[in-house]
């Protein structure tokens, strides 16, 4: 059975907190069930720590989910440290993958079951994707 989140939450930057993040491995796979994925996940978010200019406070690193303890970063927001995190981690599936997403939209223009950019001037990432 799956977690429902709930609705109407709001996410707040530049403020200053801590951000307290648990996430777990895609559909909670125990991706990083052995010790050379563990090493390799904390050696992609020393990487991203530094590139995103932010402070691990603390962290947790189990086989299928993580918990981490970050200041804001200087660079970007805590949500696009997220994203590219678990993205680099493999701990998501490549959004090109998804079905579920207007990625594959702005990229390759396939049309999805919810029509994207559609009322709005034309908006394409085809060009930032080399």
Known sequence: MGVVMP????????????????CSCYRRLPLL???????RFLS???????????VVVGYVVMPEHIHL????????????????????????EPPE????SSYRFYLFEEP???RVNEGWTEISFRDRAA
Do not use: C, N
């Open 7 to 22: 609705s109407g939450l709001h996410r707040t930057y530049g403020a200053h907190h801590l951000h307290f993040i648990t």
């Open 33 to 39: 069930g052995t010790a050379r994925s563990r090493d």
């Open 44 to 54: 992609i978010l020393e990487q991203t720590r530094r590139r995103y200019h932010f």
């Open 69 to 92: 303890l970050i200041t804001e970063p200087e660079v970007g927001t805590p949500s696009t440290v997220m994203q590219v995190l678990k993205q680099r981690a493999g701990l998501v």
């Open 97 to 100: 993958q998804s079905r579920w």
């Open 112 to 114: 999805g079951p919810a």
